[in-house]
């Protein structure tokens, strides 16, 4: 192993490996490359699903693929075809496994477990201390630490939830269709609802899911979610086993990012600012990052730093998040007229910011005006340096 790289990957998770993957297949030309994470061991414990028109990377580690959803709203109920925009889950375990073998056996690629300590940079050098030593490289590309931000959220929310992998003893759920939302309309302190991921009949992932400004204790979304399968599915404690627990914590917030940790130590994925504020999906705006950043290294021997938004997607995110945070019941009111006024491939287009200012303006005027009218009102002096 030597201390010097052409690029070091410092984080091997969703995006570092991302970008490691991106980089050997358009072809190192001989460039030599550190992947670095205090655990290489592939773990089961992220579910990614995103939306996509085209055929994804990673395509042969796609666990489930739906083309049809289900919504639940205030006792409304749509069933939806999803003729665009297909729905994906991958396995975080079976993403690391595919990408570290990869990695392992490529000839300029070194891979090491450590826990990285310190990153830092000047206009010629990166540099890594870890556990193992001191290594040099071009650029460093940096999932571990938190950036600085630009600036402070004004509407700090998380989107956080439990989700159980449950086996059930009988066929209860309709594996073809997956839950997006099967919204908890008792909740008050923020948004609330199901998200129903079936493997199979017998087999699903559920999670119980909170927008709201701080998480709950544990018992809150177990509670919901024993709930949940009685009343949605009639089944009861001993006629399920719980094979898995997952937990996530989502920063949706309208903060800026520093795209750069420090000279040529470049922020990939949450730390570059990649999840969609008023969503929390991440996943399909990472690969399309690893894809800039390879095309940038390749043209101009640079890589390209994430990119933003264009501001008018920025701006609704804003005051989506001003809602959610200020006026909770009115978001549910916002999300019921969301899905009754569009088709799930309508509303996952303007979610992925691929609609125009047309189709945008559709969106708009089918959800309730008042909340966003004072929203645009409450955030008037932000929005343009947003
Ligand atoms: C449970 C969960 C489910 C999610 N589901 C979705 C989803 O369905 N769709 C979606 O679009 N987004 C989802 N997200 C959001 C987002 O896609 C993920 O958080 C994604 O993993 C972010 O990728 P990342 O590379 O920024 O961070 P990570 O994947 O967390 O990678 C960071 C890596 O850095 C390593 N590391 C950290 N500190 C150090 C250190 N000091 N030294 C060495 N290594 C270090 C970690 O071990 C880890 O491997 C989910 C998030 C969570 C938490």
Redesign the pocket.
């Given at each position: 192993m030597s201390d010097t790289y052409d690029y070091i990957i410092?984080?091997?998770?969703?995006?570092?490996l991302s970008l490691a993957w991106h980089l050997i297949h358009a072809g190192l030309d001989g460039k030599k490359m550190l992947v670095?994470?205090?655990?290489l061991t592939p773990t089961n414990?992220?579910?990614?699903?995103?939306w996509q028109k085209e055929t994804p990377s990673f395509a042969e580690v796609i666990h489930k693929k739906w083309t049809q959803s289900d919504i639940f709203v205030n006792g409304d109920h749509y069933h939806e075809q999803l003729r665009k925009y297909p729905y994906y889950?991958i396995r975080?375990s079976n993403y690391s496994s595919a990408i570290l073998n990869e990695l392992d056996q490529h000839p300029d690629v070194d891979l090491l477990e450590?826990?990285?300590?310190e990153l830092s940079g000047d206009e010629m050098t990166a540099k890594l201390k870890?556990n193992s030593g001191h290594f040099k490289a071009d650029y460093i590309f940096q999932?571990?630490?938190s950036p600085s931000l630009k600036r402070q959220p004004r509407y700090p929310l998380l989107q956080h939830f439990l989700g159980w992998e449950v086996e059930t003893k009988s066929d209860v759920f309709d594996e073809n269709s997956f839950i997006l939302m099967d919204f908890d309309e008792t909740y008050r302190t923020g948004i609330a609802f199901m998200y129903v991921l079936p493997w199979s009949s017998n087999s699903a992932l559920l999670e119980y899911t909170i927008f709201s400004q701080s998480p709950e204790e544990l018992s809150v979304y177990e509670k919901k979610l024993e709930l949940y399968l009685y009343n949605r599915y009639g089944i009861k404690k001993l006629e399920y086993q719980i094979q898995r627990v997952?937990?996530?914590?989502?920063p949706m917030t309208d903060s800026i990012h520093d795209p750069w940790y420090a000279p040529r130590v470049l922020n990939?994925?949450?730390?570059a600012g990649?999840?969609k504020p008023s969503t929390?999906?991440?996943?399909?705006r990472?690969q399309e990052h690893s894809r800039k950043i390879v095309e940038s290294l390749i043209r101009d021997g640079k890589p390209a730093p994430a990119p933003r938004s264009q501001r008018r997607f920025r701006n609704y995110d804003l005051w989506l998040l001003q809602i959610i945070h200020d006026h909770p019941q009115e978001a549910l009111d916002v999300f019921r007229e969301l899905f009754k006024n569009n088709s799930l491939d309508e509303v996952f287009r303007f979610l992925g910011e691929e609609s125009n200012i047309r189709q945008d303006l559709k969106i708009m005027a089918s959800v309730p005006w008042w909340p966003f009218f004072r929203a645009i009102w409450k955030t008037k002096n932000s929005v343009f340096s947003f």
């Open positions: 410092a984080g091997a998770g969703s995006s570092g670095v994470d205090q655990n414990d992220k579910t990614w699903c995103f889950s975080s450590s826990p990285v300590l870890c999932s571990c630490f997952e937990f996530g914590k989502i990939l994925g949450a730390n990649l999840t929390g999906y991440t996943f399909r990472i």
